[in-house]
């Protein structure tokens, strides 16, 4: 499968990963996260070359995670805005700095603390159900087709499910 092929995949994993897979995408979201906007400032925090920061946050903005909007008249200059798809992947990044956090931060501990301006409280991400609220793991979660299955879709049998169950 080609890097390009994965838009056309009926999975979403596949289908996110071909907006936001890439290295560099990935920290311009997190710096994102942290309140940067202007291009001369990613350029600065990540050192990527202009043309490679160019290029990921066009593709960001037109996948529309990302606005661009007007901050100075003359000369014309843009910052770059999370839209409610950008700000949907919050969960996404917290994650990926959990495991961060959790398997190779070393000795020293974190390197960033995140704090719940509701409760009061440094937080740690947690992946909880929609309907019950309850804490979800790995080892509880089986998939099944949903709706947007297509029928050449390929479905690896999934344990405790028979076939006909699973080919549905």
């Not at 990963?17 to 996260?33: A, E, K, P, Y």
């Not at 190779?104 to 509701?118: D, K, M, V, Y």
Request: charged share 25%; aromatic share 6%.
């Amino acid at each position: 499968m080609q890097w390009g092929d994965l838009a056309d995949q009926p999975c979403s994993f596949s289908r996110t990963m071909s907006v936001i897979g890439d290295r560099w995408t990935l920290m311009i979201l997190r710096d994102c996260f942290m309140k940067v906007r202007r291009f001369e400032e990613f350029h600065e925090r990540l050192g990527i070359g202009r043309s490679i920061l160019t290029d990921r946050l066009n593709k960001l903005v037109d996948n529309e995670v990302l606005a661009r909007v007007p901050y100075q008249q003359s000369p014309l200059r843009y910052e770059y805005r999370l839209t409610q798809k950008g700000i949907d992947l919050h969960p996404i990044i917290m994650g990926i700095v959990h495991w961060g956090d959790r398997h190779i931060a070393g000795s020293e501990g974190r390197p960033l603390l995140h704090h719940h301006t509701t409760c009061g409280h440094d937080f740690d991400p947690l992946l909880t159900c929609s309907h019950c609220g309850g804490q979800v793991d790995a080892r509880e979660v089986t998939i099944s087709p949903g709706p947007g299955a297509r029928g050449d879709a390929h479905m690896p049998p999934v344990a405790g499910r028979s076939p006909a169950r699973s080919a549905r």
